[in-house]
Every structure is written in structure tokens, then in C-alpha cells.
């Protein structure tokens, strides 16, 4: 007795693209994958204060140059596009990216203390190429901040 039939589809998804094997009744075996991607993000910024340093209430905009360093991976389950055979595999890849950053907040500051919000949108593509399906990976995005500073001497 054989197994159900199927038909092989084309997943376009924007992580990976892969075939999917599609059983009677619906069911979808795509195999299982472990998607991960690590950055470590390093920032040189600057900030405008459009009012004084010496109020109490200080918001600001700013931007710099973000500096992240990646690496992406995929193991697992994959299916052979010449037979749709199921294999297991890992690939890598790793980088280091540059991009602009801009960013926006408020800051409350007392005497020694001073706490605040800040928002950030950081912007990096890392081009990828084969065995990986997808041709870039997009490192930026938003990131929302609280901060603490202390001042020690004035």
C-alpha cells in the first residue's frame, strides 16, 4: 500500500523559499527548520536638544551610524527541488553591516539622576546567497529604549 498522493508547491515565504509537499486532504510537509538570527548591534550617535540642558523636561532627535554584526542559520528538514526527496542540512552565514540610524525622546532629569524614552529605527540589508533561497536579509528596525544616566560631578 502506498502512501497518500501529492503535489509539490512553491512556498513563498520572505524568510525561505521552499518546496512544500502537499498530502491528500490538505496536509502540507514542508519538514521541519530551525530559522535563527543573532545581531549584535554597536551605535555611534548624536542628540539635538532643541531646549536647555538645564530643564527639567528634555526631549530631543538625533541619528548616527549603526554597526551590526549577524549571523543567520538554517537547519533542518529541506526538500530536493530535482526529486522532492527529504534531507537534512545546515547553512550559515555571517556579517558585518553599516547603516543610518535615527532616533527620538524625551528625557526627565534631575539634580544627579535623569530617565527617559527613546525610539530608534536602525536600516541594514546583508545580501545572501546561496544555498539560501532569499538574496538579502533585512537587519534594521525599531527598537524602544528606556534610559538611565547619572551625573557624578557638575
Same mark, same amino acid.
Given at each position: 500500500? #502506498? ?9 513563498? #515565504?520572505? %524568510? $525561505? ?15 521541519? /527548520?530551525?530559522?535563527?538570527? =543573532? $545581531? ?12 536647555? /540642558?538645564? =530643564? ?11 554597526? %551590526?554584526?549577524? =549571523?543567520?542559520?538554517?537547519?533542518? /528538514?529541506?526538500?530536493?527541488? =530535482?526529486?522532492?526527496? %527529504? ?14 540610524l535615527a532616533l527620538g525622546g524625551i528625557r526627565f532629569a534631575g539634580d544627579s539622576v535623569a530617565t527617559g524614552f527613546e525610539i530608534r529605527y536602525q536600516a541594514a ?17 525599531w527598537s524602544y529604549l528606556f534610559t538611565l544616566g547619572m551625573r557624578f560631578a557638575r
Open positions: 500500500m #502506498s502512501g497518500p498522493p501529492s503535489e509539490d508547491r512553491e512556498d513563498k #515565504s520572505p %524568510i $525561505t523559499a521552499s518546496k512544500s509537499r502537499v498530502l491528500r486532504g490538505g496536509a502540507v510537509n514542508s519538514g521541519a /527548520q530551525d530559522l535563527r538570527l =543573532r $545581531t549584535v548591534p554597536a551605535a555611534l550617535t548624536f542628540r539635538v536638544l532643541p531646549l536647555s /540642558q538645564d =530643564r527639567g523636561f528634555q526631549p530631543y532627535l538625533g541619528g548616527g551610524l549603526g554597526v %551590526i554584526n549577524w =549571523r543567520y542559520s538554517e537547519s533542518g /528538514q529541506f526538500v530536493d527541488s =530535482r526529486d522532492s526527496s %527529504i534531507f537534512n542540512n545546515s547553512y550559515a552565514a555571517s556579517g558585518t553591516k553599516t547603516g543610518p540589508e546583508a545580501a545572501l546567497g546561496p544555498p539560501f533561497a532569499g538574496t538579502k536579509l533585512d537587519l534594521g528596525g
